[in-house]
């Protein structure tokens, strides 16, 4: 998460905060579009995904749709993110990834 603790670099946790509230929405945002039968390529999708990657880089992290393309095909290759996205919802990590394959196409 690139914040090494012991270097002394002062922590913004008020911002870190934010970025989990804001992660934590979008992913249940995604969650609950893959339960109700939204298309991973649907225009709420794709706008949710923009939102997403926009706040992202309004908080200094610099992240294209291919880069959220690539980090999303991480998540189904390693254990501990694939179990945290399908604990949340069954499918869910492979929506995502197929969501985000969808976007960055477009972009």
């Given at each position: 998460y690139d914040v090494d603790l012991l270097e002394g670099e002062p922590v913004d946790v008020p911002s870190m905060n934010g970025q989990a509230r804001e992660a934590a929405?979008?992913?249940?945002?995604?969650?609950?579009?893959?339960?109700t039968g939204i298309k991973?390529?649907?225009?709420?999708?794709?706008?949710?995904?923009?939102?997403h990657l926009r706040f992202m880089n309004e908080q200094g992290h610099s992240f294209t749709a291919?880069?959220?393309?690539?980090?999303?095909?991480f998540f189904l290759s390693d254990d501990f993110h694939l179990r945290m996205l399908e604990e949340q919802q069954t499918g869910l990590a492979y929506?995502?990834?197929?969501?985000?394959?969808?976007?960055?196409?477009?972009?």
């Open positions: 929405a979008f992913m249940a945002g995604m969650a609950n579009a893959l339960k991973h390529d649907d225009a709420r999708v794709r706008d949710s995904i923009r939102d291919a880069d959220f393309a690539g980090q999303t095909k929506y995502l990834h197929a969501a985000a394959e969808a976007y960055a196409h477009l972009t």
